[in-house]
Nanobody
C-alpha cells in the first residue's frame, strides 16, 4: 500500500527526490515518515510530517539538507535530499502512522513501504 521510489546512484553533493505513493486507502490523516537503514546498521529515523503538512521533524544528521513534504491530493509524500553525503547511503523506507502526531520511533508506524536504495558515491 506504500510504494517508495526515486532512489539511485548519485555523487556526493548531489540531490535526489524520493516519493512514496499510497494506494488502496487514503493516508491523508496519517503522519508520514521516512526511515533509512544503512548496511550493517539499524534502521533510523529520518523525517516525519503531520497529516496537514504543517509540522515536520528531522533527524539531526539531515537537518538543513533534507525536506519532507506531502501532497494529500496525490496521496504521496516526498523526501527532497540535497547535499548528499556518503553516509546517506541506505535503503530508505516510508511509513504511515494512522495515530497522527510526529512519531520518531518505527514501532509507532502502522504501514511500511518496501524501500528504495540510495547510494552516494565519492
Amino acid at each position: 500500500q506504500l510504494q517508495a521510489s526515486g532512489g539511485g546512484l548519485v555523487q556526493a553533493g548531489g540531490s535526489l527526490r524520493l516519493s512514496c505513493a499510497a494506494s488502496g486507502r487514503t493516508f491523508s490523516r496519517a503522519a508520514m515518515g521516512w526511515f533509512r537503514q544503512a548496511p550493517g546498521k539499524e534502521r533510523e529515523f529520518v523525517a516525519v510530517i503531520t497529516w496537514s503538512g504543517g509540522r515536520t521533524v528531522y533527524a539531526d544528521p539531515v537537518k538543513g539538507r533534507f525536506t519532507i513534504s506531502r501532497d494529500n491530493a496525490k496521496n504521496t509524500v516526498y523526501l527532497q535530499m540535497n547535499s548528499l553525503k556518503l553516509e546517506d547511503t541506505a535503503v530508505y523506507y516510508c511509513a504511515a502512522d494512522l495515530g497522527g502526531g510526529l512519531p520518531v520511533r518505527g514501532s509507532s508506524y502502522d504501514y511500511w513501504g518496501q524501500g528504495t536504495l540510495v547510494t552516494v558515491s565519492s
